[in-house]
């Protein structure tokens, strides 16, 4: 069993920063694909970027490409997400994910993809 437990949400003005952590106990090692997806009220939980557990290798939706990096720290078992020049569209519950699996790049913005959650982190960007 995994736990994910973010943190780092906070309400900012459009361009500023945030990073968010996501720090994971249990059985960690399981943690193929992290990722972080949000969800904004009344919409859908989308993907925002993944990373590879053993390449490192990262993917991103396109509306935060040039803004967001997704990073992690296998040592410390935690998953980052630097975000800059926020926009008030990036307003959301923002969800750290992980899976068992290698990330599917194809499929990696499937929710079912992924079999462990945190609680989620509020971030408010406004204009």
């Known amino acids: 069993q995994v736990q994910l437990v973010e943190s780092g949400g906070d309400s900012v003005q459009a361009g500023g920063s945030l990073r968010l952590s996501c720090a994971a106990s249990g059985y960690t090692s399981s943690n193929n694909c992290m990722g972080w997806f949000r969800q904004a009220a009344g919409q859908e939980r989308e993907g925002v970027a993944i990373i590879s557990r053993t390449t490192l290798s990262t993917y991103y939706a396109d509306s935060v490409k040039g803004r967001f990096t997704i990073s992690r720290d296998n040592a410390q078992n935690t998953l980052y997400l630097q975000m800059n020049n926020l926009k008030p569209e990036d307003t959301a519950m923002y969800y750290c994910?992980?899976?068992?699996?290698?990330?599917?790049?194809?499929?990696?913005?499937?929710?079912?993809?992924?079999?462990?959650w945190g609680q989620g982190t509020q971030v408010t960007v406004s204009s």
């Open positions: 994910a992980a899976s068992k699996w290698a990330c599917n790049k194809p499929n990696w913005n499937r929710t079912d993809q992924y079999q462990n």
